[in-house]
């Protein structure tokens, strides 16, 4: 029988398993520790344990087991905070109230922290006493981080685009790719223009996974007759550094971006239909580079929505019947992109058939936070998602719609693993299939 030790170690990088379990252990409370500040501190202090947050975790409801409430889920940040910063910190050490953590409780913390949690902040819009606790979630995921406690997936993706940019090691470059969809698809891809007003992104899962949507994206575009480009230095819009929990490495992949956004001198950059990789820079790539950005941030749905009220776009009715659209949690929750993607339908001759939790409180695909990049999460993962098919089923769609490729992804996921029938569409391909050619 393996041991917890031996496990833990079977889902680390060979980087983070050269650790000593001293040092290990050591970092974990250093790492959680640095993480406390006023706001976090704040948010552990006023939690009255009503435990309603539990309702709101898709983890939670599909096995009602306690350790998946998602408050609990950070108890060893909050036990570092108790010993080590909190008001009573002294008198907690002095009378050894609050001990150190041991290696197995680790192991669970990184199957809590990372696997059963999609930071998809449902819980935190539930919570009476208003505490973020998908923040917490994120904040301890970087103590873990820093203790070399970041499951493998995630660490070396990450490690990778820190490097070189792709967090997939491919025999063809992504730059390469990106040309060869569009000599595939017979759109023009604007790479690399010294100057251009709008700076496209790619996402890594359209790429590998959903060529369609690049090409929609560059056909979109070049409809709206905007300047705009690639850059082969600044393409991929995911965050492996934000997934995996290292600020370090997050700000490096969001730098390259930035820099190339500057380089060319955009008023705008562009993420694709992905939501993860927006929140990384729409919300804290400012921070992580220590000045406003010289540039917007939009969601290629957002950008289309605005282009549909400013005139400069219209489109065709799509012939695709009752359709339920799927909210991503990070443009929903995050960032209030609730009517961009409704305006879009509407425009396309869509009503969408919501589902029961809709908008705001829809649940979360749950891929989301690099848990469908995670092998052994698999499992609890197609079990927490199982509600959410339930209620798109409902529904009584035919077509089923999106606007994150990660969400899309682990749709296409659960429709091989339930041979579900039901398929992920992109919402920005129907846009692309459905341009008017007059533009007044
Ligand atoms: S809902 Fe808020 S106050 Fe209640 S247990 Fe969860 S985090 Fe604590
Ligand atoms: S952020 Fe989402 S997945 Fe994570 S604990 Fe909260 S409700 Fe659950």
Redesign the pocket.
């Known amino acids: 029988m393996s041991t917890p030790a031996a496990e833990l170690h079977a889902n680390l990088a060979p980087e983070e398993s050269a650790i000593a379990s001293g040092e290990r252990l050591a970092g974990a409370m250093r790492g959680f520790a640095r993480e406390v500040g006023a706001l976090s501190a704040l948010r552990l202090e006023s939690c009255i344990h009503c435990g309603i947050c539990a309702e709101?975790?898709?983890?939670y409801i599909a096995t009602e087991d306690p350790k998946y409430t998602?408050i609990l889920?950070v108890e060893p940040f909050k036990q570092v905070f108790k010993r080590e910063a909190s008001a009573f910190a002294p008198i907690y050490r002095w009378l050894g109230l609050k001990r150190d953590v041991t290696v197995a409780e680790l192991e669970e913390w990184q199957h809590l922290l990372y696997e059963s949690?999609?930071?998809?902040?449902?819980?935190s819009l539930i919570c009476p006493m208003g505490i973020d606790?998908?923040a917490l979630?994120e904040q301890a995921r970087r103590g873990m981080f820093e203790a070399g406690l970041a499951p493998k997936e995630l660490y070396e993706k990450a490690a990778r685009q820190k490097r070189t940019g792709q967090p997939e090691e491919t025999t063809e470059p992504y730059r390469e790719k990106l040309l060869a969809i569009g000599r595939q698809f017979g759109v023009s891809i604007p790479l690399d223009a010294p100057q251009a007003d709008v700076m496209l992104t790619v996402s890594r899962t359209d790429i590998e996974q959903y060529p369609k949507a690049v090409a929609s994206l560059a056909r979109v575009m070049a409809h709206l007759k905007v300047p705009c480009t690639f850059r082969s230095d600044g393409l991929i819009a995911e965050n492996y550094g934000y997934y995996a929990g290292s600020r370090d490495w997050q700000r490096d992949i969001s730098r390259r971006l930035i820099d190339q956004a500057i380089a060319c001198q955009a008023k705008v950059l562009i993420v694709p239909e992905c939501g993860h990789a927006y929140s990384a820079l729409r919300w804290q790539a400012a921070e992580l580079y220590g000045a406003p950005l010289p540039f917007k941030v939009r969601h290629i749905t957002e950008y289309v929505a605005d282009a549909l009220d400013e005139g400069k776009l219209e489109l065709r009715a799509a012939d695709a019947g009752a359709t339920a659209f799927h909210d991503p949690c990070m443009l929903v929750r995050k960032a209030g992109v609730m009517e961009a993607p409704r305006k879009i339908m509407r425009a396309l001759g869509i009503l969408p058939t919501e589902m029961t939790h809709h908008i705001g409180f829809d649940y979360?695909c749950g891929g989301g936070g690099g848990v469908v990049d995670i092998e052994r999460a698999a499992k609890l993962r197609y079990r927490a998602m199982e509600n959410k098919l339930r209620e798109i089923d409902d529904t009584m769609a035919r077509t089923f719609l999106t606007s994150c490729s990660d969400c899309r992804r682990t749709f296409d996921d659960a429709k091989r693993h339930f041979d579900w029938e039901k398929t992920p569409q992109s919402l920005l391909e129907l846009v692309a299939d459905h341009l008017q050619e007059q533009i007044r």
């Open positions: 709101a975790c898709h983890f998602p889920k949690c999609n930071l998809c902040g449902r819980c606790v998908a979630i979360c």
